[in-house]
């Protein structure tokens, strides 16, 4: 189980991430949806310490996280950072050797997921040498090599066009099947729909709705109430502001 405990980072008054407090269990399938700017990668990075936090915890299994826990999380990145000349083959087996694999293990591991992502006839080619389609691909190979508990995908479908995008998401709905917590960060609200069980919305910088979905509710929609009642706080003020 993973709790965030008012997590705060702040760039200026409006940008960042302020306050951000959830919970999530294995079985989680998060969609973290937002406007670009909102403050969504703020809290992936922040999460991962990448940021300096300016309050806040985060637990994984009721302790305080730290370096030596990360080890059971993945992170796929917004944006591809590789080297791009290395194989895709080695690179996977380097990270999987990193996650305190042995070197037997993260091949044979490496392989199996290449085969299944449709990348093997590939694995001996360079991320520049990949259609972006399948740079995002090895990207989603090189997070599962160490068979993480938690996966963490920031914008994944981010420059992809139709075809490649509706593949990547066939993937992930495969992956979904599995009892791991996934947080899946987008602005793309519809491509969510039938793939995540739970929606946290962002706006400005704060999360404004924590839903597990129900009967076939539609993330748009809970994405516009929010706004709409996020909006109207905003223009109200606060008690104080109202009858100062």
């Known amino acids: 189980m993973i709790r965030v405990e008012n997590l705060t980072k702040l760039f200026s008054e409006t940008n960042g991430a302020r306050d951000i407090s959830f919970e999530l269990v294995p079985g989680d399938i998060v969609g973290m949806v937002g406007d670009n700017g909102a403050g969504k990668s703020t809290i992936i ?40 000349n ?30 299944h992502l449709e990348l093997f006839e590939h694995r ?36 992809l066009d139709v075809k490649s995008r509706i593949e990547f998401l066939d993937i992930l709905k495969r992956l979904s099947e599995k009892n791991k917590i996934i947080v899946i960060t987008s602005h793309i609200i519809n491509e969510l729909q039938g793939l995540v069980n739970r929606v946290l919305i962002i706006k400005d910088s704060r999360l404004v709705l924590d839903k597990y979905l129900e009967n076939n509710e539609k993330i748009i929609d809970l994405y516009q109430q929010s706004a709409s009642k996020h909006f109207q706080l905003d223009k109200q003020g606060s008690f104080e502001d109202i009858f100062s």
Do not use: H, W
């Open 124 to 159: 001996t080619k360079t991320f520049k040498e990949l259609s972006a389609g399948m740079q995002k691909k090895a990207l989603l190979a090189i997070t599962m090599v160490s068979d993480p508990e938690v996966i963490i995908l920031d914008e994944p479908t981010s420059n």
């Open 45 to 84: 990075k922040t999460f991962f310490n990448e940021y300096r936090r300016n309050d806040g915890k985060v637990y994984y299994n009721n302790e305080v996280i730290n370096k030596r826990k990360y080890k059971d999380f993945a992170f796929f990145p917004d944006q591809s950072i590789y080297p791009r």
């Open 86 to 115: 290395i194989s895709i083959e080695r690179f996977c087996i380097y990270s999987g050797c990193l996650s305190n694999m042995s070197k037997k293990e993260s091949k044979s591991t490496t392989l199996k997921l290449l085969r």
